[in-house]
């Protein structure tokens, strides 16, 4: 189980939830707080934007358990999902800033 709870700035979210989720196993379960989080900062900057995208992003390989206040997911790929064609990009720390600075991410290759 994997239990995200810091940063409320998207950016922060969605990276925790990218890098915790490369260490989540098989049928783990994933947890966001905050997902309602109703703080101050701008509508932009809310913890929920960055959780619907990752859940978006990995739609073929999630379960969604429970969504209110938290977000709560199990990892279970669909037969689908590893039948389809992907995109990897090499998970390196140059490409997550990449990422995060909104720049092309290096070469990627399908599988």
Known sequence: MIYIDGSHQRE???ADSSLAWKLLK?????I????????????????KQA???FLMLHRGDISLVHIGQQAIVQKRPSPEARDM???????????LL?????EPIGSFRVF
């Open 12 to 14: 922060d979210v969605l």
């Open 51 to 53: 959780i619907d995208c």
């Open 26 to 30: 098989q049928d783990g379960f994933m």
């Open 98 to 102: 990449r990422f995060l600075r909104k």
């Open 85 to 95: 064609p992907g995109w990897v990009f090499p998970r390196t720390p140059q490409n």
């Open 32 to 47: 966001w707080d905050d997902y309602k989080w109703e703080g101050y900062a701008p509508l932009a900057n809310h913890p």
